[in-house]
């Protein structure tokens, strides 16, 4: 049973435009969300969190919005650069357990 | 700048042949983790620590074991691999929760191929 989902395997933006992620969960004792970013042959590194104390969080070109009723999370990059070609995972979890991660989706953006 | 790093980037193994993965990470962490990631299926947990000599099963610890005799190093351990373990594997670190903090670092992978 999938607790974390991110229902677009991918995405295409032109640069320069906003880049919308999406990330939907099912464990309401899920109190910590974060996101992570991947580009191939690295390891993932860490984006970006909120705490479900919180409805927003953002950290220069990157925000994070949680909707706490409707178990829904989303990471905004506005403006959308190259760069930001990645494989983005949303990740969730509660109390001291491990994170709980989506399968991802893969981010291209258009020059 | 916390490093977590695995002791190889790219492995080539036959099947059967038993594969230990190292993992050393230089932040005192009680936490680390030993992931995989293919595509499709995202980062699936296989084993995690949250304390020297202490291990707990992940979401598919088939086929696999683990080693913690130091805080600072934690060794996936393939007991005799088999084709359908080919991968990228991927080890994280980090404190226990504080309330403050749910950050897991990762290292850079390691891509395992079973032949």
């Known amino acids: 049973d999938q607790q974390v989902k991110q229902n677009s395997p991918s995405l295409s933006v032109q640069e320069g435009r906003i880049s919308i992620l999406n990330c939907d969960y099912t464990?309401?004792?899920?109190?910590?969300f974060l996101w992570y970013k991947k580009y191939p042959a690295e390891g993932p590194t860490f984006l970006i969190s909120?705490?479900?104390?919180?409805d927003k969080n953002e950290d220069g070109r990157f925000t994070v919005f949680l909707n706490k009723s409707a178990k829904h999370l989303s990471l905004h990059i506005v403006p959308s650069q190259p760069g930001d070609s990645a494989v983005y995972f949303c990740?969730?979890?509660?109390?001291?357990?491990?994170?709980?991660f989506g399968k991802g989706t893969r981010l291209s953006v258009i020059a | 700048d916390v490093k977590v790093t695995q002791s190889s980037r790219y492995l080539v193994k036959r099947t059967g042949e038993k594969v230990f993965l190292e993992c050393v990470q230089d932040?005192?962490?009680?936490?680390m983790f030993w992931y995989r990631q293919d595509p499709g299926l995202g980062l699936r947990l296989i084993y995690f620590?949250?304390?020297?000599?202490?291990?707990e099963k992940g979401d598919i610890p088939e086929g696999y074991s683990v080693s913690r005799e130091k805080k600072e190093r934690f060794s996936l351990i393939l007991e005799s691999a088999s084709t359908n373990q080919t991968s990228m594997y991927l080890c994280?670190?980090?404190?226990?929760?504080?309330?403050?903090?749910?950050?897991?670092?990762f290292g850079p992978g390691t891509r395992l191929t079973v032949t």
């Open positions: 994280a670190s980090s404190f226990p929760t504080d309330g403050i903090s749910y950050e897991q670092y």
């Open positions: 464990n309401s004792m899920f109190d910590y």
């Open positions: 909120i705490s479900s104390i919180k």
């Open positions: 990740a969730a979890r509660s109390g001291n357990t491990p994170l709980v």
């Open positions: 932040m005192d962490h009680e936490n």
């Open positions: 620590s949250y304390d020297v000599k202490m291990k």
